[in-house]
């Protein structure tokens, strides 16, 4: 690859190049007050815990969620999307969640191509939404979905059926039963007006629809049986008493409710998806919804039978692969993150291995890169895909990948062949999710494992570390109060926390290629996640661009 001028780094005045760097992503690994509720302080964690103490100069914390990676608000919560799209990009993005709050209050999204797409098939057909139903901001939010319903209604949607995902990961769990209940009360509303709008099917999200990185097209297809063909093991009249009556069955919470389809009094799916209907995906973000994209998008597909391929008007609320184009409709155009990290680093020669497992293997490289899957350069670059367990739920087992993925870095270290060496360590925040706290502190130490053994590669080609998280979420799974205290439900029970939290997380430097007199700035008055591309050209050797968000260290001498 020729180095175009614009894509020239300039030489850092200080700091050599051809040091191997490890570039350690921890999901979910936040800073919070040691507690029994804090996974991380639980756990040993013998390599992570030696890079804080006593070490101000090379140990810090920056911020993970709300404005600092483009969120709507401080209220916001990090996600791995709008984390590793900071970390890579170096700068801060107005994220799809912004986005589309802008385009629903302005009204734009209905004035758009992708809304006009669509609406020709109110007249005569159906519209069907499809998503995530919380208000957890991280995949999608049910005022954003209801802005969207009444904004169809007022431009002519005669019928619409929703198909409805629950969630209990950005949100408690249990709380699915509350939004539904919204949902409906909204949709009584529209019925009252003349409008035919009902709940047609629905499905926990880790079960139903939202998988990612084809881990399982299992999920996917349950879904698609459920919106598309209007089959499936549950059947129910109502949508609320679907969800009151699942959450029972053995097993099952919010994120794994069985798949169920709304019946009419004879038995007939209220809602299948069929020749002429419009489609729209409402949530926003990326990762989980490009495989159920590609079902309704691509003609030739091979990955389940589909066994109708309906022909319809669809588009998702974005874009979500912009390298694939899909899907090729949408209603709000997604953040155009460009001249990322990883691709000015391939036009200036480093050469990068980056892997995780399944799960989150997108996240160092198509997250990273600015949703944009593929490589810049081949020859510079190697991706590795370490398969995730499938069809279980992580707390089964907390280990995960964790050490398969710290061999891997160690070997690509050990091998010379690699300038940048870019790993996620998914535990903290997969067996997070899950809400059980003795798997988590096993998911922690595994995670620290991986962590101690790239390290000591690290050590043996004189390279540098960088280690740091996306947002936290193992550091804190209890809910709490205003004053930080454990918050109790009405029967007074605590309330475990399964999502992702407002922490900041630790960043560390470090290993015996670190040049001396390398130490975090104290003059930055908010760093967050966007600071670490610079830094990270900086330890390669290079100037980053003037618009990238300032590098978060100096050189003294
Ligand atoms: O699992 C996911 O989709 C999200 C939580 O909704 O987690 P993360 O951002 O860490 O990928
Ligand atoms: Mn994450
Ligand atoms: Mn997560």
């Given at each position: ?408 870095a160690r070997d690509a270290i050990l091998s010379g062949k690699f300038d940048q060496v870019r790993v996620n360590i998914p535990n903290g925040d997969m067996v997070g999710h899950t809400g059980d706290i003795e798997a988590t502190v096993v998911a922690c130490e595994a995670a620290d494992l991986a962590v101690k053994m790239i390290f000591d590669a690290i050590e043996q080609v004189k390279g ?94």
């Amino acid at each position: 690859m020729a180095t175009s001028s614009a894509w020239k780094l300039d030489d850092h005045p200080k700091l050599p190049k051809g040091k191997t760097i490890a570039l350690i992503v921890l999901d979910g690994w936040g800073e919070s007050a040691p507690d029994q509720y804090n996974c991380i302080h639980n756990a040993p964690t013998p390599a992570m815990d030696s890079l804080k103490h006593g070490a101000p100069d090379t140990w810090t914390l920056i911020k993970a969620h709300g404005t600092a990676v483009g969120l709507p608000s401080e209220d916001d919560m990090g996600n791995s999307e709008v984390g590793h799209n900071a970390l890579g990009a170096g700068r801060i993005f107005a994220q799809g969640a912004k986005l589309c709050d802008q385009a629903l209050a302005s009204g734009k999204i209905f004035q758009g191509e992708g809304f006009k797409y669509v609406s020709e098939s109110f007249e005569t057909n159906t519209l069907h939404l499809v998503g995530l139903l919380s208000d957890g901001g991280v995949h999608s939010r049910l005022d954003q979905l209801q802005l969207l319903i009444k904004g169809s209604a007022e431009r002519g949607a005669k019928r619409i059926r929703v198909h409805i995902l629950t969630d209990g990961r950005d949100v408690l769990d249990g709380s699915s039963v509350g939004f539904v209940e919204t949902l409906e009360a909204d949709l009584v509303t529209l019925r009252e007006n003349g409008v035919d709008a009902q709940i047609a099917s629905g499905g926990g999200r880790m079960y139903v629809t939202l998988d990612r990185y084809e881990n399982d097209w299992e999920v996917v297809k349950r879904g698609w049986d459920a919106q598309v063909l209007g089959e499936a093991p549950h059947k129910f009249k109502n949508a609320v008493e679907a969800v009151k009556t699942l959450r029972k069955e053995p097993g099952a919470n919010d994120q794994y409710l069985p798949p169920f389809v709304i019946v009419d009094d004879s038995g007939k799916a209220v809602g299948p998806i069929v020749d002429g209907d419009a489609v729209v995906t409402f949530n926003f973000r990326a990762d989980r919804m490009v495989m159920h994209a590609k079902a309704l998008e691509y003609e030739d597909f091979d990955k389940f039978d589909r066994v109708r391929f309906p022909k319809i008007r669809y588009a998702g609320m974005l874009q979500y692969d912009g390298e694939l184009k899909l899907p090729s409709r949408y209603l709000v155009s997604p953040p155009e993150i460009d001249r990322t990290s990883g691709e000015y680093l391939a036009h200036n020669g480093v050469s990068t291995f980056a892997c995780s497992e399944t799960v989150k293997f997108g996240h160092v490289t198509f997250f990273w890169n600015g949703n944009r899957s593929g490589y810049f350069n081949e020859k510079l670059e190697e991706y590795v895909e370490i398969p995730s367990d499938s069809g279980i739920s992580f707390n089964v087992q907390p280990k995960m990948k964790a050490l398969e993925i710290g061999e891997k870095a160690r070997d690509a270290i050990l091998s010379g062949k690699f300038d940048q060496v870019r790993v996620n360590i998914p535990n903290g925040d997969m067996v997070g999710h899950t809400g059980d706290i003795e798997a988590t502190v096993v998911a922690c130490e595994a995670a620290d494992l991986a962590v101690k053994m790239i390290f000591d590669a690290i050590e043996q080609v004189k390279g540098i570390y960088v280690v740091t998280a996306d947002h936290g979420n193992a550091e804190d799974m209890v809910k709490r109060d205003k004053s930080g205290k454990p918050a109790l439900d009405k029967e007074g029970k605590l309330q475990i926390l399964t999502s992702h939290t407002l922490k900041p997380v630790p960043i560390a430097i470090g290993g015996p290629g670190l040049s001396k007199g390398v130490r975090f700035r104290k003059d930055l008055e908010t760093p967050g996640l966007a600071n670490v591309a610079a830094t990270v050209m900086n330890l390669h050797g290079f100037v980053a661009p003037s618009d990238y968000e300032p590098t978060l260290i100096e050189v003294v001498e």
